[in-house]
């Protein structure tokens, strides 16, 4: 405790918030900058949304049945 | 150092050296439990999200 001796000159009720907001500001900052600044950090808390999103598009429904023929269907041999 | 302050003067803050101590000694100990709860959190951070993969 070789520093203990700071709180003869720094008042505790200055020092300790001005240390304990210290270590809150820049570690909030920190995390902020990794989740504006990467790709990954805002990917991974949005979790599998993205993956679901991929799999439910594909599944569309026609809005009217088809009104051409496309292809008739195989006339039946008779033996 | 130490032996030479008086352990009964009350400084500007109004605390005595061995008062002063005692507040260091409960701020030290409460880093390293930040600490210890952060360096887990950052452990569970490394293995289950992609950071630094």
């Known amino acids: ?79 | 150092m130490s032996e030479n302050i008086d352990p009964n003067k009350v400084w500007p803050t109004g605390l005595t050296a061995p008062e002063a101590e005692e507040i260091h000694r409960h701020l030290i100990q409460g880093t390293q439990i930040f600490g210890f709860i952060a360096v887990l959190a950052h452990l569970f951070a490394y293995i289950y999200s992609p950071w630094l993969k």
């Open chain 1, 1 to 79: 405790m070789i520093y203990g001796k700071i709180w003869l000159v720094v008042k505790p009720t200055v020092g300790i918030p001005l240390f304990l907001g210290a270590v809150a500001v820049s570690s909030f900052a920190v995390h902020y900058m990794l989740l504006t600044h990467t790709t990954w950090v805002p990917k991974f808390l949005e979790g599998g949304a993205q993956k679901m999103a991929a799999v439910a598009a594909p599944e569309t429904t026609a809005a009217a049945p088809p009104t051409a023929l496309v292809a008739a269907a195989p006339a039946i041999k008779s033996q």
